[in-house]
């Protein structure tokens, strides 16, 4: 028995001769290694209880490496919510080729895992955008439980046609940061690149870590128990805004807004708003609103139904997207009520009280149209366009637009309307949107037990057909049918899935709409399947401090 061990060691070196001239090196030979890894228990001395001449020199060696790996450890932080996160996986085996150790921490040891990626420096990108002194998009959406990451800023910031590069440097190598960022920090062009060979240049961390870290469980067509609704609804207080301050009314919400003052319009300008419907109608009116809502009322016209609003520019993985149970009058009906359009009408105008108007509607979606004055059963709040807004089913949300006070028809012939935001390559980067909410990246699960996820599924205009899960880093997909859609409506699904081994585990997620197209992206999220719950003197606290870059003193960069 100790012979056949030993003699299973001594034909390794063998393997290893001959492989060794044949120039395989490095991480192509860890598919091999996983075996061994397999046979050797993990946890008691290397080579068991056999014994051989030197053995003293292989076991000091492993408890080199051992010690290592303590000091190494993957960091533990808790999030203000609660939610336990480990960006980095653990790793369970050495899958190296040289097997010396139970484990070489190559993630944290040799690639430095947990000091890389914009999380390293701002441990929650949406308290550190609401940090800024810069008065940004509201992207957080606390009701979602979304996460903002760099491909979400891109999204936003490089498809539009800014080079968002340019901006990521010049804010970490500036005057103001740059030595925070280099000394604090201990920032170089690693924080946030992958350099490599691969002719992919500098690519972001972000995007390859689930390709370079180990310790990350694959699985082939991955199972699990699928459900989905169209019936979510969330109440006027979580309905997402993103708070945009483009012009003067939108200073107005800002500043009433959560993220301003946070104050109550008064009802007055409710009771005294004037709204007009005019252009190619024959009976042109101007009525005071209170008035309006009364004889829609009274009429029977007045519509309270679940419908989603999703913004245009709603990135992968985002919050940009809400669904509530609104309350408005059918702009059919108030063009009716002005005797009709006229002939050659082909569109309408929506006004807003500062006699702007962003964009309009083609007559055919007509009958999508909704003055809207309550949402959730509640006059709208400031920073939803108190007194009334314009909601568009099946439209994005750059057209609902806020505090309007009319309806202009005309026949200005509008461009056809592509919902969703289209890049420099023509590529649809957000339609379909297949995104996971509530789970951070490295968020830590319970092994062996099942585990949900949640998340929404959107294409704008177009109903959604499946959505898809991989966990093999895209090799496989399982996919759903999601039956009848109705695009005035979000899709709200679950996915629960069942670790049957300890370690981390990559879900992707993707969609596809009737048409065919498949979403841009995959959403990522990264879990950590642990046996046990790591203890509290693992876990550093970041609720606090909420972002440890832009602390001043001691607290500043690093979190090791
Ligand atoms: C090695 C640490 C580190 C990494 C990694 C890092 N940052 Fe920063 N970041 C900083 C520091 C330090 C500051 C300056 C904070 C200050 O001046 O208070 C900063 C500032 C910022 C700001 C400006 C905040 C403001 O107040 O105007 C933005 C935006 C930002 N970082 C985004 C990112 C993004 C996106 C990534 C990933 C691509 C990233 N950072 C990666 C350390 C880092
Ligand atoms: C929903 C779209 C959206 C997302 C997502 C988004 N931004 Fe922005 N951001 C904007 C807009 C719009 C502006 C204002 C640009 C302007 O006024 O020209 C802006 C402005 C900024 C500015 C001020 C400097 C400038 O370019 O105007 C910084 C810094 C910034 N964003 C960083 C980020 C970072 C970092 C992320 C990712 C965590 C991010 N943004 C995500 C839309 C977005
Ligand atoms: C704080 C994060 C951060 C740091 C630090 C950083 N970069 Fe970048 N870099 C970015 C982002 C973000 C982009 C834009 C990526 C995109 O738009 O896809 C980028 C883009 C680039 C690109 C273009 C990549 C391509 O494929 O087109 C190069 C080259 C680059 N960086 C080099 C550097 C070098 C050299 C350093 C060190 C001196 C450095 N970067 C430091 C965040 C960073």
Known sequence: MRNMRLKAALGMAGVLAMTAACCVVGPAL????????????????????????????????????????????????????????????????????????????????????????????????????????????????????????????????????????????????????????????????????????DGNGMQLWDNVKHEALQGINKVENVQGEFASTQDKVQTQDELYSYDFVHGYYDHMRYACGPNGLDIDLPQSMFDEWEFTVDGNVNAPYTKKLPELVAEAEAAGVVVTKPSKMVCELNPIGGGGIGQAEITGIPVSWLIEKAGGYTEDTNSVRVIRADGSSRSGFDLSVLDKGYLVYKIDGEYLSARHGFPVMHWQETYDAQIFSKQINGYHVSSDVMDERVCGQVNQEDAHVNRPNVTVCGVPEGLIIQNGKPFTFNGYADAFDHPMKTVEFSMDGGETWTSFDVGDVDPAKWLWWSFTFTPEKEGAYVLSVRGTDIDGEVSYRNHEVLVNAKDEMPSEDEITEIGKIVDPAMANGDASGDQQ
Not at 30 to 46: L, N
Request: glycine share 6%; hydrophobic share 25%.
């Open 30 to 197: 860890a598919a091999d290694s996983a075996s061994t890894a397999d046979e050797i228990v993990r946890g008691g001395e290397p080579d068991g209880d056999v014994q051989y001449p030197g053995k003293e020199y292989i076991v000091e060696n492993y408890d080199k490496w051992d010690k290592i790996a303590e000091e190494y450890a993957p960091e533990i932080i808790r999030y203000s919510n609660g939610q336990l996160v480990q960006r980095t996986p653990t790793e369970y085996e050495c899958p190296h080729w040289m097997q010396q150790s139970w484990t070489i921490s190559y993630n944290t040891y040799y690639l430095d895992a947990d000091n890389r990626g914009c999380n390293s420096c701002h441990a929650d990108m949406n308290a550190m955008i609401e940090n800024m002194e810069y008065k940004h998009a509201t992207i957080d959406n606390k009701a979602l439980e979304t996460y903002s990451d760099v491909n979400q800023c891109i999204s936003c910031h490089r498809d539009n046609g800014d080079d968002f590069g340019r901006l990521i440097h010049a804010i970490h190598y500036n005057e103001r940061s740059g030595n925070k960022f280099a000394e604090g920090s201990n920032g170089t062009c690693q924080s946030c690149h992958d350099a490599t060979a």
